[in-house]
């Protein structure tokens, strides 16, 4: 599975399941596409991270991983006020507002999915952008690295296995994952909080 097909297709499925959520009619279809989003969206960090790794060494990929957290905190501030915007819909053809947010946000979503594979280099050496005296020098800064062997530079699945069966990756899992849902549960629900809390606050202003 090459990288940029990897992260196209699972961005492209889970801008199908968003879009399609906008046509739920009842709690248990739109726990099952929840459930899809989750599934589908969940290998686009970890995705993201090991791209990265292809391109940058332990001493550079500090920061790119740095900027990769900061436009997810550009997207959480911003994705509010996008969705508010789009609440003026509410009505529109029928529809309700939520309605409206995903399939907007869904569309542009898939269309990334489908332009990913045919921009994003899959390594080093298939980068247009790059010239063969950087290609070069990427390979040999990889080779100098602590640790580094050309094995290491492919996925195969006695690796993956190796890694499932390896206690430590569950124990820092799940570590990460009861971060991950008091991270997100207060930020996804802060505004509601907030509203509730009885300030007489504009929805705009929460």
Sequence with gaps: MQPARWLGGITFAWGLVATFSAFCNDKN????????????EAGLFPGFLVYLSMFYNKGSIAL???YLFSTAAWAGALGGL?????????GAHGW????????????PTIVTGVVA???????????????EEERESLRIIRRRE?????SSQL????????????????????????LNSMLYSFSVFLPTIINLSGNGWSTIQV
């Excluded at 996008?82 to 609440?87: E, H, K, Q, S």
């Excluded at 309700?96 to 569309?107: C, D, E, P, Q, S």
């Excluded at 899959?122 to 010239?131: G, H, I, M, Q, V």
């Design 29 to 40: 279809a739109f726990i099952a596409c929840r459930l899809l989003l989750g599934v589908f």
């Design 64 to 66: 790119r991983v740095a």
């Design 82 to 90: 996008v969705a508010y915007a789009i609440g003026f819909l509410d």
């Design 96 to 107: 309700a507002g939520w309605r409206w947010i995903f399939l907007i946000n869904g569309i």
């Design 117 to 131: 594979p045919f921009v994003l280099p899959n390594s080093p050496d298939t980068a247009k952008f790059l010239t």
């Design 146 to 150: 602590v640790g580094q062997t050309a």
């Design 155 to 178: 996925m195969n699945k006695k690796d993956a296995m190796d890694a499932l069966k390896d206690w430590k990756t569950w124990v820092i899992s799940s570590g990460q994952y009861c």
